[in-house]
Every structure is written in structure tokens, then in C-alpha cells.
């Protein structure tokens, strides 16, 4: 039987945070410095650039982050993405691991001097299952995972990943060059990052300018359809 809390303990209590500041602030909050991030995306949407964004944040705030590259390994374009971002800035901090195994991986984060950081990416590679999450997540509470993921339409790809969005204390979506908090720590309904500005504004511009149309051929359809009813009286 696990211990039971009242309200005074429960206000008592004290957890670090990421001390997030300006506009990472603003999309996330200030989370943790534990628990699961989960991102998830479709190909072309700006997921690869903003993970690497975030892990030269995540950088800045742990002394040590594993970034295993399982998709990708170190391929030219995951070392382009390194040098578009400045990496070298935070080269001492960030361990690239190309494509360790899943289990391996937990074999390096159970070392006593492990980093607290650690970046998987992406889960699909890593062979994992519900099972295997649920483990590592117990077993390494005083951890921060970030998960990546395909996705399948506007959802994660396969039934571990919907399952991990779900149980994920921060939940981000990316699409258009957005990067949009969907977790326990937005700060605001709808708040976002913004991948690559001139990209955002021509992806949404043209996603609203599309909604716009089908709400006017809707419109006029509806219309059409009452003055022919009008019409058969």
C-alpha cells in the first residue's frame, strides 16, 4: 500500500522546474525537471528541427543529454541539422548515441553517473512496447525522457505511441513548423512554439485561406439547396 497525503502535505511539497524562460516559456510552461515528453509529427512538419532545438535547450539546463539517434544514426542530414542549430556551442553536454538498441540504452542510463536527459528517437525504431515504457519510466523517476514519434494522421503512429501520448506530462504536436503544447503544463489552450517563422506563416496563411473556402462553398451550397426547396413548394 503506497502512503497517503493530505492538502497541507501536498502544498508543502517542493519540485525543481526547468526554469524555461521567454518564448519556450511562453508555448510550454515550466515543467519539471523529471517525467516524459512526448513529440509527435509527420514527415516535412519541422519535428527534426525543432527536437534539435530543444535538445541544445535541454543542454543548457542539464549538465549531460543523450541524444540516441535511432532513425537516422549520424547521417548527413542529422549532422547538417547539428551545425544549423550551433550544437558545437553545447558539444560538451550532448552524447549522440547512433542507433543503440533500446536495450542497451537502458543499460547505459542505469550507470551511476548517467546523464538525467535522455532523447529517444525515434520510438517506432526502438522496438519498444507499452510494456518496456511503463518499466522505464518506474524505474527511472528521477529522469527526463523525450520521446519522438511518427505519426499517422493527427495522432501517434501504433498503439504504444497513442498510449504514451496519453501518459505523457508534456504532449507536442507538430505541424506547419509549429511546435503545439497539448500537455499538463500549457500555459494557454493553443499555445505553440514556432519551428521556422517564414515557413509557419506560408503553411497556416494557406491552411486558412483553404478553410475559408470550404466554409463559403458550404455556405453556398446550403443556400442553393433551400432556394431550390423554395422552389419545389
Not at 504514451?164 to 513548423?177: C, H, L, Q, R
Request: hydrophobic share 35%.
Amino acid at each position: 500500500m503506497k502512503k497517503a497525503f493530505n492538502v497541507a502535505q501536498l502544498e508543502r511539497m517542493k519540485e525543481k522546474t526547468m526554469g524555461l524562460t521567454g518564448e519556450w516559456r511562453e508555448a510550454f510552461g515550466d515543467p519539471p525537471l523529471t517525467g516524459i515528453w512526448f513529440i509527435w509529427g509527420n514527415s516535412g512538419s519541422g519535428k527534426s528541427s525543432f527536437v534539435m532545438q530543444l535538445t541544445k535547450v535541454l543542454c543548457s539546463i542539464y549538465k549531460k543529454v543523450i541524444y540516441d539517434s535511432m532513425e537516422e544514426a549520424v547521417t548527413l542530414s542529422f549532422r547538417r541539422r547539428l551545425k544549423t542549430f550551433g550544437m558545437e556551442e553545447v558539444r560538451n553536454r550532448l552524447i549522440v548515441l547512433p542507433n543503440e538498441h533500446y536495450d542497451d540504452l537502458m543499460k547505459r542510463i542505469e550507470q551511476k553517473a548517467a546523464p538525467k536527459a535522455i532523447i529517444i528517437d525515434s520510438w517506432q525504431y526502438s522496438e519498444a512496447s507499452w510494456r518496456d515504457y511503463k518499466k522505464m519510466k518506474e524505474k527511472h523517476c528521477d529522469k527526463l525522457f523525450v520521446i519522438i514519434s511518427h505519426a499517422e494522421g493527427r495522432m501517434p503512429r501504433g498503439r504504444s505511441a497513442n498510449s504514451i501520448m496519453y501518459d505523457a506530462d508534456v504532449k507536442i504536436y507538430v505541424e506547419g513548423y509549429r511546435a503545439i503544447c497539448k500537455g499538463r503544463f500549457t500555459p494557454a489552450p493553443g499555445s505553440f512554439f514556432t519551428i521556422w517563422k517564414e515557413g509557419a506563416d506560408r503553411y497556416w496563411g494557406e491552411k486558412q485561406q483553404q478553410d475559408n473556402a470550404s466554409e463559403d462553398y458550404e455556405g453556398a451550397d446550403y443556400e442553393d439547396s433551400d432556394d431550390t426547396s423554395e422552389e419545389g413548394l
